[in-house]
């Protein structure tokens, strides 16, 4: 039979301190106000005894829930969960826990996971499901709840957010073409309401523009397989000679594929691809995607640390713009003369 569960006293025993100065080396918030060679013996004896945290139990003494609400679009999409990964891992670290809420893409499902998140009392919100003017994230900046944006922001520039450079990401994928040879390219954008449809198709523009080369644009209505490979028809259809594509994201770029051999051309050798974010198992498909490369964990504890400094009261709202890279495989090639 297992035993008791370790307390904080018996901590406090074997490290040879006072309970409250337990509690303090084991806060993210109070830690600075305990001697180093104190926390360090506060660590090994935690560490010695297995010692684990009550976390409800201090939320209730100190009047906190402790939680930060997640808010995502598409739990399916494989770009969503290291992400979603590295907030739980930020937030675990500083003795907060997450609450997960799943939108599928609808601004009714975005607003009733708010309201039900702020309904379990969470202190702060981290929102990847934005549309660039989103009603949710106006009404939650009015009423000031801490809030952060990952992956997407809204056109009013005073909300935090934490994005990668879809301009940079595009440019790369056009250049990376340009250098092949490719002379007429087409962009498969994904949704203008977002910051991240927008971006990417003016990024795609004022890169081909640049070039010289002739860009050819239809939009998809959402970020997803289906509404990629409608989207890539439609493009195939009236640009026919095209010999390369940039698709708004890797799942945007798995319909492109699955719309290239509907017309029985195969990748790369009737037309290359480039895809964008890189997401998990993306190199695995046939042929292995050349993308842009985000960095998904990255960008969640990024979101996370930001949030968290808003709920100590440090500093203004950030815009953190987050490197990428492209990340060349097989689907892309010279084209055929």
Not at 91 to 99: A, E, F, N, P, V
Not at 169 to 198: C, D, K, N, Q
């Amino acid at each position: 039979m297992a035993g008791s569960p370790v307390t904080l006293r018996e901590v406090a025993e074997l490290a040879g301190v006072h309970p409250g100065t337990v509690s303090r080396a084991l806060s993210a918030e109070t830690r600075d106000l305990v001697n180093a060679e104190t926390a360090q013996r506060v660590d090994a004896a935690v560490e010695k005894l297995g010692y684990k945290p009550n976390r409800l139990a201090r939320g209730l003494k100190t009047r906190r829930s402790l939680t930060v609400g997640v808010v995502i679009p598409d739990l399916t999409n494989p770009f969503f969960p290291p992400i979603v990964r590295g907030i739980e891992d930020y937030l675990d670290r500083h003795g907060y826990t997450s609450l997960l809420a799943n939108t599928d893409g609808d601004a009714e499902g975005e607003q009733k996971g708010i309201e039900t998140l702020l309904g379990r009392q969470v202190e702060g919100i981290v929102l990847a499901s934005a549309t660039r003017t989103d009603a949710a994230v106006a009404e939650l900046a009015a009423s000031s709840t801490p809030l952060v944006l990952v992956n997407r922001r809204v056109d009013d520039n005073r909300v935090a957010a934490v994005v990668s450079d879809d301009r940079k990401g595009v440019r790369l994928g056009v250049e990376h073409l340009a250098e092949l040879g490719h002379e007429t390219i087409g962009h498969v954008a994904g949704p203008g309401s977002t910051s991240t449809g927008r971006a990417r198709r003016d990024a795609f523009r004022a890169a081909t523009r640049r070039l010289g080369i002739e860009g050819r644009v239809a939009s998809a209505d959402a970020f997803t397989e289906v509404a990629g490979e409608r989207a890539a028809v439609e493009l195939l259809e009236r640009h026919p000679e095209l010999t390369a594509i940039v698709a708004g994201n890797d799942l945007i770029a798995l319909g492109c594929l699955d719309a290239l051999a509907a017309a029985g051309l195969r990748c790369p050798r009737d037309v290359s691809l480039v895809g964008f974010n890189d997401m998990p198992f993306i190199d695995k498909i046939s042929p292995p995607l050349t993308t842009v490369h985000v960095p998904h964990y990255e960008l969640g504890e990024c979101a996370a640390e930001l949030l968290l400094a808003q709920l100590r009261g440090e500093g203004k709202p950030e815009q953190v713009l987050a490197d990428v890279s492209l990340v060349v495989r097989k689907s892309t090639a010279k084209p055929r003369r």
